[in-house]
């Protein structure tokens, strides 16, 4: 609501600087999961047209 002041005992958003170590270290898992599976997809990719492309010549 605009006009509506915080509570003075709310406690602020987690900063990137105060990050747990846990939490930074499952974030960056979850990043280089998301990599190897977009590179096994375009692996899969090429290797279906690859074979569809063989089989045509």
């Not at 990137?16 to 375009?42: H, S």
């Amino acid at each position: 609501m605009p006009g509506k002041k915080a509570r003075k005992n709310a406690e602020p958003p987690p900063s990137p600087e105060r990050a747990r170590p846990a939490d930074v270290e499952l974030e960056c898992a979850a990043q280089i999961r998301r990599i190897g599976d977009k590179l096994n997809f375009r692996q899969k990719l090429l290797n279906l047209i690859s074979k569809l492309f063989s089989l045509i010549t």
